[in-house]
C-alpha cells in the first residue's frame, strides 16, 4: 500500500477565488489521479497526473478549470480555478500501486464549500 | 447505460444477518475487479480484490462471473461496524479505475 497525505482537509471558499490541493506519496508512484466526489455521489476521475507531461482529463473537465501539476513521482497538486458554488465537493487524490495487481489508494480527501 | 451499476440500496440489516451486493459492468474486456469501503465523510479504502476463482477473507466473500459481467459481495455475520457505502470498481488494463454509484449498507442492533 501507500501512505498519501492530502491537504488542505477542508476548506471554504469565496466564490471566484482559487485553492490548490497538495498530495504527497511516501513513495514513487507512476500513476497518480485526481477524483471529485459530489454530495451523495460516486466518485468521478477529473484527470490523471503524468510525471514530466501534460495531465489527461477526462471528457467535461479541462485544465483552464482544474490544472494539474506532477513535478515528479511523489507529488501533484489540483488548482480548482475560479470557483463557483457547484465546484462544492470532496476532491480526492489516489494512486496506483502500479504492481501486476493494480490496486488504488486514496489521499483523505479536501471537503470544499464554495460561497 | 452506466458502465458500473450496482444494487440501489439502501440496505437496512439487522446484526448477524447476511447480506449480498451485486454489481454488474459493461465492459466485456475489464481486467480487475475490487470492492471498496467508504465511511460517511471519508475516503474510500480496499475492502478486497476480487478474483475469478472467487475469494474469502473472513466474513467476506467476493465472487465474479465474467461471463454474465456480473460481481459480488456477501458479508456474513455482519456487525455494526460494517455499515458504510460499498463501491464496486471495475477497471481495464488498469488504465481506468470506474466507480459503480455504491451501496449504502446499515446494520441495526
Known amino acids: 500500500s501507500a501512505v498519501i497525505s492530502q491537504k488542505p482537509s477542508r476548506d471554504i471558499c469565496q466564490r471566484g477565488t482559487s485553492l490548490t490541493i497538495q498530495c504527497q506519496v511516501d513513495?514513487?508512484?507512476?500513476?497518480m489521479f485526481w477524483y471529485r466526489q459530489q454530495p451523495g455521489q460516486s466518485l468521478t476521475l477529473i484527470a490523471t497526473a503524468n510525471q514530466g507531461s501534460e495531465a489527461t482529463y477526462e471528457s467535461g473537465f479541462v485544465i483552464d478549470k482544474f490544472p494539474i501539476s506532477r513535478p515528479n513521482l511523489t507529488f501533484s497538486t489540483l488548482t480548482v480555478s475560479n470557483m463557483s458554488p457547484e465546484d462544492s465537493s470532496i476532491y480526492l487524490c489516489s494512486v496506483d500501486t502500479g504492481v501486476a495487481n493494480e490496486k488504488l489508494f486514496f489521499g483523505s480527501g479536501t471537503q470544499l464549500s464554495v460561497l | 447505460r452506466k458502465e458500473v451499476e450496482q444494487d440501489p440500496g439502501p440496505f437496512n440489516v439487522p446484526e448477524g444477518a447476511t447480506v449480498a451486493f451485486n454489481c454488474t459492468y459493461s465492459n466485456s474486456a475489464s481486467q480487475s475487479f475490487f470492492w471498496y469501503r467508504q465511511d460517511c465523510r471519508k475516503e474510500p479504502k480496499l475492502l478486497m480484490s476480487v478474483y475469478s476463482s472467487g475469494n474469502e477473507d473472513g466474513r467476506f466473500t467476493a465472487q465474479l462471473n465474467r461471463a454474465s459481467q456480473y460481481i459480488s459481495l456477501l458479508i456474513r455475520d455482519s456487525k455494526l461496524s460494517d455499515s458504510a457505502t460499498y463501491l464496486c470498481?471495475?477497471?481495464?488494463?488498469?488504465?481506468?479505475?470506474?466507480f459503480g454509484p455504491g451501496t449504502r449498507l446499515s446494520v441495526l442492533p
Open positions: 470498481v471495475v477497471t481495464f488494463y488498469g488504465q481506468n479505475f470506474v
Open positions: 513513495s514513487q508512484v507512476t500513476m
